[in-house]
């Protein structure tokens, strides 16, 4: 399986204003989309994935699905 990590995730720092991705160089990145704690659609990103505006979004919890050619990944992530 394939890893996908965002560049700050919860474990590490949170974030401000804008959430940067990587992955690895052979995944497609197709979509993006943000949940709050009580799983309704807050954001969602089709393009642009390096910089993603969440400035926004409220101070607290979010979920993070990445969706690949691979597959996809949810990650909780703290916006600060």
Same mark, same amino acid.
């Given at each position: 399986?394939?890893?996908l990590?965002?560049?700050?995730?919860?474990?590490?720092?949170?974030?401000?204003?804008?959430?940067?991705?990587?992955?690895?160089?052979?995944?497609?990145?197709?979509r &993006?989309? &943000?949940?709050n704690s009580?799983?309704?659609?807050?954001?969602?990103?089709?393009?642009?994935?390096?910089?993603?505006?969440?400035?926004?979004?409220?101070?607290?919890?979010?979920? &993070?699905?990445i969706?690949?050619?691979?597959?996809?990944?949810?990650?909780?992530?703290?916006?600060?």
């Amino acid at each position: 399986a394939k890893t996908l990590f965002p560049t700050r995730r919860s474990s590490d720092l949170p974030f401000n204003d804008y959430l940067k991705l990587s992955t690895e160089t052979n995944l497609n990145i197709k979509r &993006i989309t &943000i949940y709050n704690s009580l799983g309704q659609i807050v954001n969602t990103n089709t393009s642009n994935f390096e910089h993603i505006d969440v400035s926004k979004l409220k101070t607290g919890y979010y979920f &993070i699905e990445i969706v690949t050619n691979e597959g996809k990944k949810i990650e909780k992530i703290i916006k600060q």
